[in-house]
């Protein structure tokens, strides 16, 4: 019999959106009176110590015997007012588990979680919550009180080099997660940074592009992913970008920091810059309250720029002010004056890497299972696995975010100039799932080759049950990758595996999507992403079946090229900075300034391909489990309101996780998720569900009457597996609805 859970799964809880149509309240938790605070410090304040409070210093470019004393390395700090008791700020990259690897701690380590891919693919808002709150403890134990996560641009470009540490390409799903994530940060007494704000949607000439876009399509997609963001985990801080973004600047940009972030969403919190991202003195006025890590920009504009110039009343002094107002207030409201990052605390590794197990265990994907050829069974006796590094640990992203796991791991250097130089550490850590898969099939005997010699790999799998090959693309900040295939001779790995061998299953280990010419021949493929420091484990679960797969793609993996918006990724043919170049535009400008758009406007990702009528090779949503799941009971209701309700059964034997999608169109617009549920069902149990639509999710934005608005009339809701497979849809009138930017 079917056991229905007796109540309605609580919609907040799941990640489902419940917002009303009235804008939601986006200030900072905490009371007025850290305002009333922050006012009073003001008021005793000297100059030189506002200037100290609005501009960072990197003090790994600080000789040591000048550094403060007993202060942790991090990306960045800030000096404190001591006689007032104003803390310094502390501050560490943290999207992935506490940074280390660039920051200079050497022999430093940290729990390292798997990549935002990864968690994003859990669709399990509570689990990320969990690893901010696990981060945010570990950054506190280390000396750190403010943390650089987490980041929300929107995936529109699979080459994107960075798509790995954000949270997929749809507003809805990573707003709602960063929004998780951050939260949890900051539950120990934390600055949380969203970031990058806004359009840093790629890595190639990030310092130098010139994203041009309307204001309706830019509000529908990357801003709204940081609004719903920003509503949810209430950042103390928002780092702009380093990208322009209509011309000017993301940190200078009167439009994304004064008009949208702080007059329509009602912001209060304060605008850290991105590393070496400010240009002008002057981007104060355009909302930009502190520099960070001036060392790096072309000059200290916040500090022995700023000083003359306020003097002089070229910026008056109220705009220094009203930054240093709004960063104390950030400091009293999170607390961060009621504790000494001088104290230490004992960080307890082993629990807090169940967090990071069940992230890798949720977050991967089974892409494919033909015949059920996964999870492996007892018939399996012998297996050859092949696969650079498996038995060394799983592979990490490169760049700021990159966290050294406990038990270390090997770093490769990686060809790369400039910045990219500094990023192209590719490291290997964690558990290997060579040794995981060992210790989860103690009967079977497992080969092992590392693949650098495919007739080997394929002589070893002509003799095996099963093969299985790992396959690699590493990704890092600063680098996008020229295109989607697997390098150094993989596909012809695998090829040859396969054709050794037709029972070959693929293991993915990658921080985008690929491109998969073999698939054919493969009957089963998972997407590991960069798993983290437990993935070796995770992987051995998933492939062994002691944990059911759950993951859901949150990103559009492309059949081929063509299908995106840019067949050749923006800026990867423009010219290299010259000298001249890189003097204007700073040591990062890694090209010559260039502008572009993005066809899609605002459908991003999935969006795309529905409205181009695109078949994708796997769709965003999508992910295989080894149990079956149906979708049913689905009911609808409008007016004013968009709700809907569904069911969702195990019809399988074994128990599992489903994640249940629903997606809402109108005539001659793209489907837009507006709401999920993950649920745990026994074989057998049912579990029932409510959504409450956000409006904003499925409205225009008018640029005329500068508001949300909901077109009346009729909308097609579907209950779906993925973006594509659709269990159930229904059609419901909507009224007019007009919602407050
Ligand atoms: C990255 C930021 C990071 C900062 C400090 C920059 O390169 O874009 O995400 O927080 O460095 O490490």
Known sequence: MKRVLPVLLAIGLAGCTSTTPERPQLRASGSDQSQVRAQETLRQLTFDEKIGLISGKMLSFVPAAKRPPGVTLGAGWVAGVERLGVPALVETDASLGVSNLLQMREGDVATQLPSGLALASTWNPDLIHRGGQMI?????????????????????????????????????????????QISGVQSNDLIGTIKHFALNDQETGRNVHNVVMDEAPMRESDLLAFQIGIERGKPASVMC???????????????????????DWGYDGFVMSDWGAVHSSEAIL???????????????????????????????????????SRILTAIYRQGLDKWSTAERADIPYSANSQVALQAAEQGIVLLRNENNLLPLNNDVRTIAVVGRDIDKGVLTGGGSSQVVPVGGFKVYEVAGTGPAKLFARRGVGGTAPLQALREAMPG????FSDGADPAAAAAAAAKADVAIVFAEKWATETNDHADLSLEDGQDALIQAVAQANPRTVVVLQTGN??????????????????????????????????????????????????QLPHRVLPGSDAPR???ETRAVYGVQAGTKPFDFGYPEGSDAGYRWYDAKGFKPLFAFGHGLSYTRFSQSGLKVSGGQRLTIGFVMTNEGERSGADVAQVYVSRRGKAKRL????????????????????????????????????????????????????????????????????
């Not at 390409?169 to 998780?180: R, Y």
């Not at 001036?294 to 070229?314: G, H, L, Y």
């Not at 089963?524 to 051995?540: L, N, T, Y």
Request: proline content about 6%; some cysteine.
């Open 444 to 447: 079977a005997t497992v080969m």
């Open 136 to 180: 945010g403890s570990e950054a506190r134990a280390k000396g750190f009180n403010v943390m650089l996560v987490g980041g929300v641009n929107l995936v529109r470009d699979p080459r994107a080099g960075r798509n790995f540490e954000y949270l997929g390409e749809d507003p809805l799903l990573a707003g709602a997660l960063v929004g998780a």
């Open 577 to 579: 900075a010259d000298a």
């Open 674 to 741: 507006v709401g999920w549920k993950r649920a745990d069902l026994a074989p057998g149990q049912s579990a029932q569900a409510e959504i409450a639509v956000d409006p904003r999710v499925v409205a225009d934005f008018d640029t005329t009457l500068r508001k949300w608005v909901v077109p009346a009339g009729t909308y097609t809701v579907e209950l779906a597996h993925s973006a594509t497979q659709v269990a159930a849809t229904r059609t419901v009138k909507l009224d007019r609805m007009e919602i407050a930017p």
């Open 286 to 324: 355009a909302g930009l309250d502190q520099q960070s890590g001036d060392q790096i920009d072309q000059k200290r504009w916040f500090s022995t720029e700023m000083t003359p110039k306020v003097q002089s009343n070229a910026i008056p002094i109220s705009a220094v002010d009203q930054a240093v």
């Open 513 to 562: 999507p690929v491109l998969m010419p073999w698939l054919d021949q493969t009957p089963a493929v998972i997407s590991a992403w960069f798993s983290g420091q437990r993935g070796g484990e995770a992987i051995a679960k998933v492939l062994t079946g002691a944990v059911n797969p759950s993951g859901h793609l949150p990103i559009t993996f492309p059949a081929s090229l063509d």
């Open 241 to 263: 970008a380093y990208n322009r973004v209509n011309g000017r600047y993301a940190c200078e940009n009167d439009f994304l920091l004064n008009q949208v972030l702080r007059k």
